[in-house]
T-cell receptor, first 114, second 115 residues
Framework: AQSVTQPDIHITVSEGASLELRCNYS??????LFWYVQSPGQGLQLLLK??????LVQGIKGFEAEFKRSQSSFNLRKPSVHWSDAAEYFC????????????FGPGTRLSVLP | DTEVTQTPKHLVMGMTNKKSLKCEQH?????MYWYKQKAKKPPELMFV???????INESVPSRFSPECPNSSLLNLHLHALQPEDSALYLC??????????????FGPGTRLTVL
């Protein structure tokens, strides 16, 4: 069965430091991959998505992610974290001809120290 | 207009009450979704409407009753809920129900508390 894991439940970084959030997936074919961010009590906002082509994907708010098929990973990165980036981050997978049911990872909570 | 709106923002109800959650999008999307999200957990899919027809019901108790009056509106009718139903209820929409490439656009959610 398809699945998404995010090995880090909680990450704390200092403002201005770099960030990498890990995401691994299990799926036999090429998946469609997404990163969403959720601020407390809010809905989810799409940061970026990967379908095919260039494996380095640029998103909003200075985020990028790299798809590595050999490692079944889609890690999210940001070179310099801002205090406003503190939130919950979800990696999600979708599959062709199965567009209605995202598989979400458990989420990683990011805290940012001043 | 690229947003999904939800009302109310907060709702407190007793176990014998009947209430409804509303969701609206004007992006021309043909798939709409209800999710339930408990604290510190990812969203859990409840229902999917595809071209205004219910296409997925993830074994949700009958005290939750979805309705899709038209392509822009989605309701979730609540009746005889339990305290464990307290959660953030998220609505989402996507352009094409069958396309895996289509991201889902989420509303801000309704925070439901059942007393």
């Amino acid at each position: 069965a398809q699945s998404v894991t995010q090995p880090d439940i909680h990450i704390t970084v200092s403002e201005g430091a770099s960030l990498e959030l890990r995401c691994n997936y299990s799926y036999g074919a090429t998946p469609y991959l997404f990163w969403y961010v959720q601020s407390p009590g809010q809905g989810l906002q799409l940061l970026l998505k990967y379908f095919s082509g260039d494996t380095l994907v640029q998103g909003i708010k200075g985020f990028e992610a790299e798809f590595k098929r050999s490692q079944s990973s889609f890690n999210l990165r940001k070179p310099s974290v801002h205090w406003s980036d503190a939130a919950e981050y979800f990696c999600a997978l979708n599959m062709d001809n199965y567009g209605q049911n995202f598989v979400f990872g458990p989420g990683t909570r990011l805290s940012v120290l001043p | 207009d690229t947003e999904v709106t939800q009302t109310p923002k907060h709702l407190v109800m007793g176990m014998t009450n009947k209430k409804s959650l509303k969701c609206e999008q004007h992006m021309g999307h043909r798939a709409m979704y209800w999710y339930k999200q408990k604290a510190k957990k990812p969203p859990e899919l409840m229902f999917v409407y595809s071209y205004e027809k219910l296409s997925i019901n993830e074994s949700v108790p009958s005290r939750f009753s979805p309705e899709c009056p038209n392509s822009s509106l989605l309701n979730l009718h609540l009746h005889a809920l339990q305290p464990e139903d307290s959660a953030l209820y998220l609505c989402a929409s996507s352009q094409d129900p069958s396309g895996g490439r289509n991201e889902q656009f989420f509303g801000p959610g309704t925070r439901l508390t059942v007393l």
